[in-house]
C-alpha cells in the first residue's frame, strides 16, 4: 500500500495512514513509530488498527524517544521480532476518526478530487498531501505529464468542495508553466 490514503480490501471505508514503524528500542520488542497523529501519545487508542495488508493489529504505546512513540505489538517480545516489523505501515478506517474541524480536512477527504482552475479549466486530480518542511502541498496529476505541486493555503486553494468532490485553485504566476529541458536553455545561448 504506496499511499497515505487507501482504499479497503472489501472497497468499502478509506484507511488513513496513522503511524510508520521506524525502528526497534530495546531488546524486548518494543519498536518506534513516526505517528501522524494530532496527539502521537494516543495511537493506541485508534481501533481497529490494521498493518498494510488490512490485518488488524494490537498494541501498546509505552512511551516516546526522539519525536516518536514508543511501542509494543502484542506478541512481539524480542529485538528480531521487532526488527521484522520496520517499514510497517498502521492505518485506521476513516470512519473511526472523529469529523474534522471546521477548515481542517482528512487527506483520505481529499485524495481523489477533481482540481479545477478559477476559470473552471479541470487541470488533474488530487492524488497526494505532502509536507517537505514548510507546509502542505497538493499534488495534483494533470491528464498528462508531471505532477504538479501547489502549496495548500487559503489563498492558492480559495474553495474545498467536500460534497462535490472539486477543489479550486489559484496558483502563483508560474506555476503551471512547463518546466523548460537543460538542452533548451544552452540551445538558446548558442544562437
Known amino acids: 500500500m504506496d499511499s497515505a ?17 521506524v525502528g526497534v ?36 504505546v509505552v512511551g516516546e524517544a526522539k519525536g516518536t512513540v514508543v511501542a509494543q505489538f502484542h506478541g512481539v517480545g524480542d529485538r528480531d521480532a521487532a526488527e521484522a516489523l520496520r517499514g510497517t ?15 481542517e480536512f482528512y487527506h483520505a477527504d481529499l ?8 476559470s473552471g479549466e479541470r487541470i488533474g486530480t488530487l492524488v497526494a ?14 491528464p498528462q505529464g508531471a505532477s504538479i505541486f501547489v ?5 492558492t486553494v480559495p474553495v474545498v468542495d467536500l460534497g462535490g468532490r472539486r477543489i479550486v485553485v489559484d496558483p502563483p504566476a508560474g506555476l ?3 518546466v523548460p529541458d537543460e538542452g ?3 540551445a538558446e545561448g548558442l544562437s
Open 184 to 186: 533548451d536553455d544552452a
Open 25 to 60: 528500542h530495546g531488546v524486548r520488542g518494543n519498536v518506534k513509530i513516526k505517528s501522524y497523529t494530532d496527539d502521537p501519545a494516543a495511537l493506541d487508542r485508534y481501533r481497529p488498527i490494521l498493518d498494510g495488508a488490512g490485518r488488524p493489529v494490537r498494541l501498546r
Open 151 to 155: 502549496p495548500f493555503t487559503r489563498s
Open 129 to 142: 498531501v505532502e509536507n517537505f518542511g514548510a507546509g502542505d502541498v497538493l499534488e495534483v496529476q494533470p
Open 176 to 178: 503551471l508553466e512547463p
Open 89 to 103: 505501515r498502521l492505518f485506521v478506517p476513516r470512519s473511526a476518526l472523529p469529523p474534522a474541524a471546521e477548515e
Open 111 to 118: 485524495i481523489g478530487m477533481a482540481v479545477d482552475l478559477l
Open 5 to 21: 490514503t487507501v482504499a479497503a480490501a472489501d472497497g468499502g471505508d478509506a484507511l488513513v495512514l496513522v503511524g510508520t514503524v
